[in-house]
């Protein structure tokens, strides 16, 4: 029987009543009318994730800056769990049936999709094929290769701040028990050294103290480590976190001043101490555990935490002139650069925020000098800015350009087959950090360069 006379047959049925199935064909008919919003839906949230996509190809903007989810398609089911949780919108998509991440350069490692995958489709690493991401060896409990030291936070790639603080109150906890199985030698001899006053090193500081261990705290500069270098205003993405003693953070989107000045009441409220302007040079193996030689002194200790950031040895560009007072590696206050002629190099968020906040002083005139064809590491809320800059003419951008070379009065950079020689009066080079490699490797951890691996 042909197939249009079979329908006519079944549509005859239905109506005079007497088929068997009409039961479930009217049940088919009310859950296709429950489906198909939910269908239409799916299909336009992956039409947009497709365009996201391929918009940040075509952009360039491909690689991801720090730790991101890597999804393994034959164990996704598409449910959307990942896409949900992720506290940064279009950072994860739905594309074909799987979830993908379709904007990778706005994934800042919350890690929160790993978590939330049902079928635990989702790993998160470091680097990918084309860009490695060197890291130290660190163990789940934040231990290294090295017995009795131990890292968190940036240094161990872990930038955000919220994770940050989190990693350094669970790092405390595990040397925590590590010494508590031990006695203690001599009275002389500290529980734990913790090397660096940031997120991850205030949140173990705080929480040794309150875990009652002999402990000091170093810190080369000043209290909040990275943060305290970003430029003046800067919005600082976090979210609520729990400090050690104090308790609950409830922080969502602050400034740099007011979550360093949230912190320093911390400090004060709890009486927790911190030794600002002391340089560790070198940490030695000893009968006790570990000797750490400062600008000021020296500590015997049992464990060592490093809470470091990867930005204390500023990368350099290696060209002649560098060495000039005019060069700096950070912009704290874009004030102090009224009226001048500036450059900043880097293609960065710090970079681009560098730049539009100098390109906003009275009669200053603005350069931002980037090696790459497009922003790929910046958030879409600076590149705007930065466009909105340029396109207004206070602000001066040169793609797939290279600094040669630093005067006194001027500088020349290099674009193509061109060059630029312009005025210049100072130079803000963001370009990033260098992981102290050497001096990890001088104490015997193992640093491994990871690409897309966990």
Same mark, same amino acid.
């Given at each position: 029987m042909p197939f249009w006379e079979q329908l006519v #047959?079944? @549509?005859?049925?239905?109506?005079? &009543?007497?088929?068997? #199935?009409?039961?479930?064909?009217?049940?088919? /008919? *009310?859950?296709? =009318?429950?489906?198909?919003?939910?269908?239409?839906?799916?299909?336009?949230?992956?039409?947009?994730? !497709?365009?996201?996509?391929?918009?940040?190809?075509?952009?360039?903007?491909?690689?991801?800056?720090?730790?991101?989810?890597? *999804?393994?398609?034959?164990?996704?089911?598409?449910?959307? %769990?990942?896409?949900?949780?992720?506290?940064? !919108?279009? @950072?994860?998509?739905?594309?074909?049936?799987?979830?993908?991440?379709?904007?990778?350069?706005?994934?800042?490692?919350? $890690? @929160?999709?790993?978590?939330?995958?049902?079928?635990?489709? =989702?790993?998160?690493?470091?680097?990918?094929?084309?860009?490695?991401?060197?890291?130290?060896?660190?163990?789940?409990?934040?231990?290294?290769?090295?017995?009795?030291?131990?890292?968190? &936070?940036?240094?161990?790639?872990? $930038?955000? =701040?919220?994770?940050?603080?989190?990693?350094?109150?669970?790092?405390?906890?595990? *040397?925590? %028990?590590? *010494?508590?199985?031990?006695?203690?030698?001599?009275?002389?001899?500290?529980?734990?050294? =913790? /090397?660096?006053?940031?997120?991850?090193g205030f949140s173990a500081s705080l929480a040794a103290k309150k875990n009652g261990l002999r402990a000091v705290t170093l810190e080369q500069e000043t209290l909040g480590g990275t943060v305290a270098h970003y430029p003046r205003g800067k919005l600082v993405m976090t979210a609520p976190a729990e400090l050690p003693i104090y308790g609950k953070v409830k922080l969502t989107r602050t400034t740099k001043e007011a979550l360093l000045q949230l912190w320093q009441r911390v400090e004060a409220k709890t009486g927790v101490k911190i030794n600002y302007s002391e340089r560790v040079n070198e940490i030695r193996r000893a009968d006790h555990g570990f000797r750490v030689v400062t600008s000021k002194a020296t500590y015997d200790t049992r464990t060592v935490l490093l809470a470091l950031g990867r930005r204390g040895t500023p990368r350099k560009l290696g060209v002649p002139g560098e060495e000039q007072p005019k060069v700096m590696y950070r912009l704290i206050d874009a004030e102090q650069f009224r009226g001048q002629h500036v450059l900043v190099v880097g293609g960065g968020d710090s970079a681009l925020e560098a730049a539009v906040s100098l390109s906003e002083q009275p009669n200053t005139t603005v350069t931002l000098s980037y090696r790459s064809d497009a922003f790929g590491r910046a958030k879409q809320e600076n590149r705007d800015r930065v466009q909105k800059a340029a396109e207004s003419g206070k602000l001066t951008v040169l793609f797939k350009s290279n600094v040669k070379r630093i005067g006194r009065d001027l500088v020349v950079i290099e674009q193509g087959d061109r060059k630029h020689e312009i005025k210049n009066n100072a130079i803000i080079i963001s370009a990033g950090g260098i992981l102290p490699t050497k001096f990890l490797q001088s104490v015997g951890i193992v640093v491994e360069t990871k690409y897309g691996t966990a």
């Open positions: #047959y079944w @549509v005859q049925l239905v109506y005079s &009543g007497n088929s068997p #199935y009409i039961w479930w064909l009217l049940y088919l /008919v *009310v859950m296709a =009318i429950m489906l198909l919003p939910f269908l239409f839906a799916r299909r336009r949230h992956e039409e947009r994730s !497709r365009a996201i996509r391929e918009a940040a190809i075509d952009a360039g903007l491909t690689e991801p800056a720090s730790l991101h989810p890597l *999804v393994d398609p034959k164990l996704c089911i598409g449910c959307r %769990s990942c896409v949900t949780a992720c506290p940064e !919108r279009n @950072v994860l998509g739905i594309v074909s049936g799987k979830a993908e991440l379709i904007d990778p350069t706005h994934c800042i490692g919350h $890690g @929160v999709c790993r978590d939330a995958c049902p079928v635990g489709a =989702i790993t998160l690493v470091f680097g990918t094929e084309k860009r490695g991401v060197d890291i130290p060896h660190v163990s789940p409990t934040f231990e290294t290769n090295v017995p009795g030291i131990f890292i968190a &936070g940036e240094l161990g790639g872990m $930038g955000l =701040i919220r994770n940050a603080i989190e990693q350094g109150r669970q790092a405390m906890a595990s *040397v925590t %028990s590590s *010494v508590s199985g031990a006695k203690r030698r001599s009275p002389a001899v500290l529980d734990v050294v =913790i /090397v660096g006053a940031g997120p991850a």
